[in-house]
């Protein structure tokens, strides 16, 4: 692709707040140079810039996804990928055979095992796993990344505290396997982590990155680092320019220095302050229906949140926090209401991740606040039913889950990712999502649920100047589709196709493969 070239005969819809709609667009250095009709355009043409004819597709900003993990998504890239196994027979085969190719004594790591799917009650059981492969240490990760499964031999060879919380005991005392929260977290994904070399890392993040790209995304907030990822936060810095889409990183710790010192304005992600609602452990005002002495759980006790807010605010970063339900959403908002009566600060962007069923005070709450609300519209399709999830919440709660009508209503931006690899990258499914949301009083328009995924994003990071939508100025990031998903069918929106992914105006099979060895 050329450094400066014309793009004409398309249907492109800026995203800007004048809901500008253009025919043709120049790109100069990276950058867009023009926006406009043909006629504005003709110009560029007669000083002989190439112009490329788009046969009439959609051109929109390209892709933000707000919420997804480079390195976890490399994990699964490298491993056993179970996320579209329809069976535990499939699944049992798909061990198997990676089992078959590899020597005794390797890991076998199979990643999103979706139970939803499967329609299966829980994770598979350590004997179970022994069944399989008697001769390898094995792994299992729930699509979730909050609860495991691991064999015999992956419980000798991690050597796990019998005390560890989360591990689950049958009536003998003796490990079924199963490790949820907060034990999978700190002490068995870092132990995998640490197993992996930096240059298997560094070619796995750039699979990840292309990945994306082929689903129309250019910039990625990338969470990373802390317990899920041990130093990657600073591997993935140290290589940043070198990998084809944007990245906008957040350490996933609490350590306000490190983060200073790496360079980043932010702070925060999966710094989990409760659990997942598959695992039993997002943290509840009141309990579970189904389970009626449980809660969930709370990682961290109101003061240690509360101190961690308040420092890395005095700091000037950026903060976001895991929060999936009423109590942990409570125990950081709270948190961060203080943080900005004691230190006013205007346009701090603070965020919460996930908000997936909050109370409806809290919303109103977080309007006050300026606080962002990092959503994932795509767990809805690939993560709940709704029938399980009455069970385990009532109608009353379920009500509230992703309140997406009712956030953009009180005036709460709000920001898409995917949380990849919980859920695919797919923008277009999370559009969809929330256009078709189970609840119909929380659907939101097609051009809404675009900007959750285009300039909203990019505000979530401080990028609206720069990305997020076609204007003069700004970086030429562009997504090309088939279809214009204003007017398709919403049912329709995921399937549409992805004809090119332009970053600063390269096409993504154009720029480097990211960084060398």
């Not at 399980?388 to 920001?415: N, Q, S």
């Amino acid at each position: 692709m050329y450094d400066n070239y014309v793009i004409t005969n398309i249907n492109g819809i800026a995203i800007d707040e004048a809901d500008t709609r253009f025919t043709a667009l120049a790109v100069e250095n990276g950058r867009i140079a023009e926006v406009g009709s043909a006629e504005d355009v003709a110009s560029f043409i007669k000083d002989g810039w190439p112009a490329l004819d788009m046969q009439g597709a959609t051109v929109l900003p390209g892709f933000i996804d707000a919420h997804q993990h480079l390195g976890l998504t490399g994990q699964v890239l490298g491993g056993l990928d179970l996320f579209k196994a329809e069976s535990l027979k499939e699944v049992s085969e798909l061990i198997q055979k990676d089992a078959t190719d590899k020597t005794p004594g390797e890991w076998i790591l199979g990643y999103a095992f979706n139970d939803v799917t499967l329609k299966v009650p829980s994770m598979p059981l350590r004997t179970e796993l022994d069944e399989l492969c008697p001769d390898h240490p094995v792994m299992i990760v729930h699509c979730t990344w909050h609860l495991c499964s691991l064999n015999s031999r992956a419980l000798q060879l991690l050597n796990l505290p019998e005390d560890l919380p989360g591990m689950d005991i049958d009536n003998n005392g003796i490990p079924t396997g199963i490790v949820r929260d907060p034990g999978a977290v700190t002490h068995v994904f870092p132990a995998m982590s640490v197993l992996t070399p930096d240059s298997i890392k560094l070619k796995r993040f750039t699979k990840a990155c292309l990945a994306a790209a082929k689903e129309g995304i250019t910039s990625i907030h990338c969470l990373e680092g802390g317990e899920y990822g041990p130093g990657d936060t600073g591997l993935i810095q140290k290589h940043k320019e070198q990998f084809p889409l944007n990245l906008i990183l957040w350490n996933q710790v609490m350590d306000i220095e490190e983060t200073k010192e790496l360079g980043l304005p932010r702070i925060g992600g999966c710094i989990c302050a409760d659990g997942a609602i598959d695992a039993y452990t997002a943290a509840l005002f009141e309990p579970y229906c189904d389970q009626p002495e449980n809660c969930g759980t709370l990682n961290f006790s109101q003061q240690q949140m509360d101190d961690f807010i308040m420092d890395a605010h005095k700091a000037g970063l950026q903060i976001t926090i895991h929060c999936e339900t009423d109590a942990a959403i409570e125990q950081v908002l709270s948190a961060m209401e203080k943080a900005l009566a004691a230190y006013p600060r205007s346009d701090h962007r603070h965020r919460i991740e996930h908000c997936e069923i909050p109370a409806a005070d809290q919303l109103d709450r977080m309007a006050e606040a300026e606080i962002i609300g990092s959503m994932q519209p795509g767990f809805i399709p690939h993560l709940v039913d709704m029938d399980e999830y009455e069970k385990m919440f009532g109608k009353a709660r379920l009500r509230w889950l992703h309140p997406y009508r009712t956030m953009l209503d009180k005036g709460i931006v709000l920001c898409g990712g995917s949380d990849c690899p919980v859920t695919p990258y797919s923008p277009l499914t999370g559009i969809q999502a929330a256009m078709l949301h189970p609840n119909k009083e929380e659907r939101i328009s097609a051009l809404e649920a675009i900007r959750m995924f285009t300039i909203d994003a990019a505000f979530s990071a401080f990028e609206e100047k720069e990305r997020g939508s076609i204007e003069q100025g700004k970086y030429a990031d562009l997504v090309v589709l088939a279809k214009d998903p204003l007017t398709t069918s919403p049912e329709k929106i995921r399937d549409i196709k992805i004809i090119k992914t332009i970053v600063e105006g390269k096409p993504v099979e154009d720029v480097r493969d990211g960084p060398a060895n």
